[in-house]
């Protein structure tokens, strides 16, 4: 509780006591007003005060309006009592709400907490402690264990592990060494690192992720629009309602002017939109909050709501579902043993960068001597979209495609394994074929099994050709494949799912090849982000790491914090509402009329909070 709360829950301590001692003092009628009026300036005075600058700024209709009108005409109709008590317990409501408010602020602030405050950077021999603003690309920082990584580098002396869960939401260190980059905003945990810096402090990863999370209020969802409208709307037309309420039954009826006011006095307490104004941006900040503990950062509420909606979700493939890495999954040969087909291969291919050959290699590793060594393969030709040539311990190596076989005269079989086929020939005569697949990631069965748990149906989106796309859907279980895609006709493909879809269409890919499709999708998601300024500028919601079980995270997220959202709203509105007519036929009091207020906003505030609590979803 910060002084301002301490000093608001003084005053209403102090205005209670003095309420109390006026309650017990044997006055009555007008002689206990000074008594009553006392302790209802101590705890209302500053809200009375905020209605007339409201007033003289414009601003007439808002909750402090309301009550203040409520409990200045209690005091007119001689019911002083229940004037002090209803500016109590709104004051102690507004005092409830507001350090609900700034816990749940604070709570996200600390997830968020990963701003370096200096950077250790190697000047003229020296180590001279700096803002991170002020160091320039290329220099050289030093991370000591403990210390927070300032901007992103790339580690050019020592090895040690990196605490990532800041950013990632992943709780297992990842080991660095030479050569690897560091994030901004992640902590050095072992040892002394020396880095390498790569961009400034405003184009590091941890800028942009602050610069994310601040404006993310800005970009609201379509219920907290409606209810921020709905506010500007529903406070007049309840005063004049209430003004009604006071008027026309004692003009038609001749009774008691006071039984009316009184009622429309109760009527004004109810009314006021407290629970609704607050609860409901604190459901969709707890629920950013809460997403954000788990490496998922959300752009605004407008694209959690949308995500709540989802009905299909699009994948990329490579690097999304798959890891982007191939291996040898099948050797075919003919004439001869699979390791000495592999062996072939992999000395013809021994000196490619390409990552097929690179599979190959590590499959079936070779001397890392010259060609012209023995064991070694010499007059290695590159056939440019076929394969290559090489001379292997005499004797003359194909590998390559089916077109690099029919150039030979031969004739590969058809079926590709389900992968990547190399075909081999040797001295003419055809050998057989080794079939190198992406493998899937760990944890991509059970993204797709718990999006379909969630009733959202998977489609899969590559360039790659139709039997080894169908290899991974089926191995991973998704839904629908569509194939043989240029980056071009991922965008097209898309856009025929967004017409014939129930509800919204999300994209996940890379966040760096499939930009345009984030950005055509209902809601992009940027997947294995850490690091990547294209993936935070292109999608409406960024993943921190490379997991796909992030994306149905993501959804279960955002469909609890639109339940709790709605939950608030039915809530708030139905006991209002019954309240609101009961108070109209003369059955509901003023004490009645306090708890539908304050009650209902402090139930609904305690509400919202839960959205920050997303441990459990998994």
């Known amino acids: 509780m910060t002084k301002r ?6 005053r209403i301590l102090a205005a209670f006591v003095l309420f109390i001692a006026a309650e017990l003092i044997p006055l009555e009628g007008v002689w206990k007003l000074p008594l009553f009026l006392v302790p209802y300036l101590l705890a209302g005075g500053d809200v009375l005060w905020h209605s007339v600058e409201n007033i003289a700024h414009g601003q007439i209709f808002d909750e402090k309006f309301l009550m203040s009108v409520a409990t200045i005409g209690a005091f007119a109709t001689g019911e002083y009592a229940e004037g002090v008590a209803v500016m109590l317990f709104y004051q102690v409501g507004e ?59 790339t580690v050019t002396e020592g090895s040690g592990s990196v605490n990532t869960a800041a950013i990632t939401g992943e709780s297992v260190p990842r080991d660095v060494a030479v050569g690897d980059g560091l994030v901004s905003g992640t902590i050095n945990l072992n040892s002394v690192l020396r880095a390498r810096v790569d961009s400034v402090y405003a184009e590091s990863t941890v800028a942009r992720i602050l610069d994310l999370v601040e404006n993310s209020s800005e ?33 038609l009826t001749a009774e008691p002017w006071t039984k009316w006011i009184h009622r429309a006095l109760v009527f004004l307490v109810v009314s006021c939109p407290c629970a609704l104004v607050i609860s409901v ?14 490496g998922i950062l959300v752009k605004g509420s407008n694209y959690l709501e949308a995500l709540s909606r989802v009905k299909t979700v699009v994948f990329d493939k490579t690097g999304t579902l798959t890891e982007g890495s191939f291996r040898v999954t099948s050797v075919e040969p003919v004439g001869m043993a699979a390791d000495e087909l592999l062996s072939l291969a992999a000395r013809a291919e021994a000196y490619s960068t390409h990552p097929i050959a690179r599979a190959i290699v590590a499959a079936a590793p070779v001397s890392e001597s010259g060609p012209s060594e023995e064991g070694g393969a010499a007059d290695i030709e590159e056939l440019a979209g076929q394969g290559v040539r090489a001379s292997v311990d005499g004797r003359t190596v194909l590998a390559g495609n089916a077109r690099l076989m029919a150039s030979a005269g031969l004739t590969a079989p058809e079926g590709d394994g389900g992968g990547t086929v190399v075909f081999l020939a040797v001295d003419g005569a055809y050998a057989g074929r080794v079939v190198i697949s992406d493998e899937p990631k760990a944890d991509a069965w059970s993204a797709i099994d718990r999006l379909r748990a969630l009733g959202v149906r998977t489609v899969m989106l590559t360039g790659d050709r139709a039997a080894s796309a169908r290899a991974v859907a089926g191995e991973l279980g998704v839904d629908e494949v569509l194939s043989d895609l240029m980056p071009q006709d991922k965008v097209s493909a898309l856009e025929k799912l967004l017409e014939g879809a129930d509800g919204s269409v999300a994209f996940v890919g890379d966040g760096i090849n499939d ?8 809601v992009g998601l940027a997947m294995g982000a850490l690091g990547s300024d294209a993936a935070i500028e292109a999608a409406d919601m960024v993943l921190m790491d ?63 909070l839960r959205a920050m609590n997303v441990e459990h979803l998994k």
């Open 219 to 251: 970009r609201k969802a379509k219920t907290e629009n409606f209810i921020t409208r709905f506010a500007r709307y529903y406070t007049p037309a309840v005063v004049f309602a209430a003004l009604a309420l006071a008027l026309v039954p004692p003009l």
């Open 546 to 608: 490379d997991r796909p079980s992030r994306v149905p995270e993501a959804v279960a997220i955002s469909k609890r914090t639109m339940a709790i959202v709605w939950q608030n709203i039915v809530f708030a509105l139905a006991v209002k509402l019954l309240i609101l007519v009961l108070g109209a036929f003369g059955y509901a009091d003023m004490w009645l009329a306090v708890f539908a207020d304050v009650g209902v906003a402090v139930l609904a505030i305690l509400n919202a």
């Open 95 to 153: 005092l409830f709400q507001s350090v609900a408010v700034g816990k749940s602020r604070k709570s996200i602030a600390a997830l968020m907490d990963i701003r370096p405050e200096y950077a250790n950077v190697l000047r003229d021999g020296e180590t001279v402690e700096v803002d991170p603003e002020e160091v320039r690309v290329g220099e050289t920082v030093i991370i000591r264990p403990g210390e927070r990584i300032p901007l992103d580098c």
């Open 281 to 294: 941006p604190l459901s969709f900040f707890g629920g950013i909050g809460g997403a954000s503990k788990r």
């Open 515 to 522: 930009a345009p499709v984030l950005t055509r999708a209902d």
């Open 5 to 10: 709360h301490k000093r608001t829950l003084a």
